[in-house]
């Protein structure tokens, strides 16, 4: 066969795949970009909004969503003053435990 | 979880983060980050330095058009149709400025790769891999970009601005390069 068929015929049979592995640095940059994407069309979807999709809250979240606060108060992004964003951003199985923590469940343990 | 259901959770998923649903979106990281990030590192090789770019510019090319998500195929196969965009953009801007050779015979025959027949599969994927890695980055593009994103020779001459005729020339001179190497390889392997 001549060596076009021969590539194709290759290549078909070859998936070349990698590894799915991904960073948490990555995953926790990617999220807090979208964040902010998010933020430019509008206020965030307000926290006893999100509660009731049954996606859980993180300890912070729910102590503001309990407040008889505001929907502008419920729609603000807290992550950004939290500690967990600042670790999970920087360093590779950030030392962060939260439950409902976005950026601990992308640690990878 | 059947098809149907997955399909629903999907398009759940896509209507959360059109309600700018934080949590939403972290699960839309967490599920998909994976398979994109396989799917661009394969296609990239051995240029990882570019692959976490690609993979969080396709992240917020999917988040500005979910709303054109309906929930007709699975987000996962939908996501990775945008990374397939990236990859081809990252491919244009590589082949671009490269030097288009003179002409070339292509006029060699090689014996059937026998894939089907193989009893390692896994041993023809690394030898192709290690190959691509090794050859000159322009070779290695245009050989992707033909044969694992299955583009016609046109198709990258309207990209790229070369004519139809230079992607020839320089698919020709890739396939060379790359049969002649995995010869050798195929000799090494004898000896």
């Known amino acids: 066969m001549n060596i076009d068929e021969w590539m194709e015929r290759l290549a078909a049979g070859t998936a070349l795949e990698e590894t799915e592995q991904v960073s948490s640095r990555l995953k926790s940059k990617i999220y807090s970009s979208l964040i902010l994407a998010l933020e430019e069309g509008g206020p965030l979807l307000p926290l006893p909004e999100t509660k009731k999709t049954g996606r859980a809250l993180c300890v912070f979240e729910q102590l503001v969503e309990i407040l008889p606060a505001p929907d502008a108060v419920q729609s603000l992004q807290y992550c950004k003053v939290c500690h967990a964003k600042a670790l999970g951003e920087r360093i590779e199985n950030a030392p962060i435990y939260w439950s409902g923590c976005p950026y601990c469940e992308f640690q990878n343990r | ?191």
Request: no cysteine; charged share 30%.
């Open chain 2, 1 to 191: 979880m059947p098809e149907t259901n997955s399909l629903a959770a999907d398009l759940l998923l896509a209507e959360a983060m059109l309600a700018r649903d934080r949590k939403a979106a972290a699960e839309f990281v967490q599920r998909f980050s994976g398979p994109l990030a396989g799917y661009v590192r394969s296609r990239l090789q051995p240029r990882w330095e570019d692959v976490d770019d690609i993979v969080q510019d396709t992240f917020l090319t999917a988040l500005r058009s979910i709303n054109n998500y309906r929930g007709e195929a699975p987000m996962r196969a939908w996501i990775l149709g945008i990374a397939r965009h990236k990859v081809e953009e990252h491919y244009r801007e590589r082949l671009r400025h490269s030097v288009v050779p003179e002409e070339t015979a292509d006029t060699e025959l090689m014996e059937d790769p026998g894939l089907d027949a193989l009893l390692d599969r896994t041993s023809a994927e690394e030898r192709t891999a290690s190959i691509l890695r090794a050859l000159p980055e322009h070779y290695r593009v245009v050989l992707l970009w033909r044969y694992w994103e299955q583009r016609s020779a046109a198709e990258m001459a309207a990209v790229t601005g070369k004519t139809v005729k230079g992607v020839e020339r320089l698919l020709a001179r890739a396939r060379e390069e790359f049969g002649a190497r995995w010869r050798g390889k195929q000799k090494e392997a004898a000896a």
